[in-house]
């Protein structure tokens, strides 16, 4: 007779975190981007498992686990962009021993679905400096390293619109003078 090894249910799985986390199932479907009544409907079984790549990356990175760790999950064929800012933000999560949870808990209901998109290598870091700024605070961070990440990330932003900034030198590190002066209010 042959052991049969059982895989827990990716339903059962989302209910176990939920519950291990004391995370509210509204907060839940916030972090993901779905409605409450949906995820009630997933962890109840009334409809199947996603099968989304979008809503199952969403649903790992609260978890902080790997989609693959979903038996739906496909690999998706649209690139996930690795941004090293955006690794970066991960490894302070994980140096500082804080919880997806808590650390998506710290930001505006409106905009956690935005950061676990950005953290789930959907978006590259903000360019917006007060919501990077956001990120750094809630990591704790030195406002320097946070103006920094900024400064890769726009000079990222010029050079993908086209500008070259080697022969645009005098004119970015003017700008980036300006920005840095800002920075350290």
Same mark, same amino acid.
């Given at each position: 007779?042959?052991? !049969? @090894?059982?895989? =827990?249910?990716?339903?059962?799985?989302? $209910?176990?975190?939920?519950? *291990?986390?004391? &995370?509210?199932? #509204?907060?839940?479907?916030?972090?993901?981007?779905?409605?409450?009544?949906?995820?009630?409907?997933?962890?109840?079984?009334?409809?199947?498992?996603?099968?989304?790549?979008?809503?199952?990356?969403?649903?790992?990175?609260?978890?902080?686990?790997?989609?693959?760790?979903?038996?739906?999950? !496909? @690999?998706?064929? =649209?690139?996930?962009?690795?941004?090293? $800012?955006?690794?970066?933000? *991960?490894?302070? &999560?994980?140096? #500082?021993?804080?919880?997806?949870?808590?650390?998506?808990?710290?930001?505006?209901?409106?905009?956690?679905?935005?950061?676990?998109?950005?953290?789930?290598?959907?978006?590259?870091?903000?360019?917006?400096?007060?919501?990077?700024?956001?990120?750094?605070?809630?990591?704790?961070?030195?406002?320097?390293?946070?103006?920094?990440?900024?400064?890769?990330?726009?000079?990222?932003?010029?050079?993908?619109?086209?500008?070259?900034?080697?022969?645009?030198?005098?004119?970015?590190?003017?700008?980036?003078?300006?920005?840095?002066?800002?920075?350290?209010?």
């Amino acid at each position: 007779m042959k052991n !049969k @090894i059982t895989k =827990e249910k990716s339903s059962q799985k989302v $209910s176990d975190f939920l519950e *291990k986390n004391s &995370l509210h199932k #509204k907060d839940f479907a916030e972090m993901i981007g779905v409605t409450l009544s949906y995820v009630y409907n997933l962890i109840d079984e009334t409809i199947p498992f996603s099968t989304r790549s979008t809503t199952l990356e969403r649903i790992a990175t609260v978890m902080d686990i790997e989609p693959e760790e979903f038996e739906e999950y !496909k @690999i998706p064929q =649209e690139p996930i962009l690795k941004d090293d $800012s955006v690794e970066f933000i *991960k490894s302070v &999560l994980k140096q #500082k021993k804080m919880s997806m949870v808590n650390f998506l808990k710290s930001f505006p209901r409106k905009k956690r679905v935005h950061i676990v998109d950005m953290l789930r290598g959907a978006y590259p870091l903000p360019i917006d400096f007060k919501e990077l700024l956001m990120i750094g605070e809630t990591l704790d961070l030195d406002r320097t390293d946070i103006y920094n990440l900024w400064e890769e990330r726009i000079k990222q932003v010029l050079e993908i619109n086209g500008m070259n900034l080697s022969s645009n030198s005098a004119l970015v590190n003017s700008m980036l003078e300006c920005a840095r002066k800002y920075a350290e209010m």
